[in-house]
């Protein structure tokens, strides 16, 4: 599960300018896009419980999403 989290982190910094906001506990990590934190151990800890939650927790999903929350800047047009 630490892995998919943080691989999910790394596509958030890599592909969307986010920044690691590092905390005590590994869960708690944060990475924040635009003025929005995103929380991919937790996102990643809810996609793997059940095969249900494969579904219900889309890693896909989420990176979507906060692409739809990235800050407008150079090479990132608002929409």
């Known amino acids: 599960m630490p892995a998919v ?3 999910l982190g790394q596509v958030l910094v890599h592909h969307l ?3 690691w906001i590092p905390r005590d506990k590994l ?3 944060q990475v924040l896009v635009g003025e929005r934190v995103w929380l991919p151990f937790i996102r ?5 419980r059940s ?10 999903q989420a ?3 906060a692409e739809r929350h990235r800050a407008p800047g150079p090479g990132n047009p608002s929409s």
């Open 5 to 7: 989290g943080a691989y």
């Open 17 to 19: 300018d986010g920044q």
């Open 27 to 29: 869960m708690e990590n």
């Open 44 to 48: 990643a800890w809810h996609y793997l």
């Open 51 to 60: 095969r249900q939650s494969l579904l219900d927790f889309s890693l896909t």
């Open 63 to 65: 990176f979507r999403e």
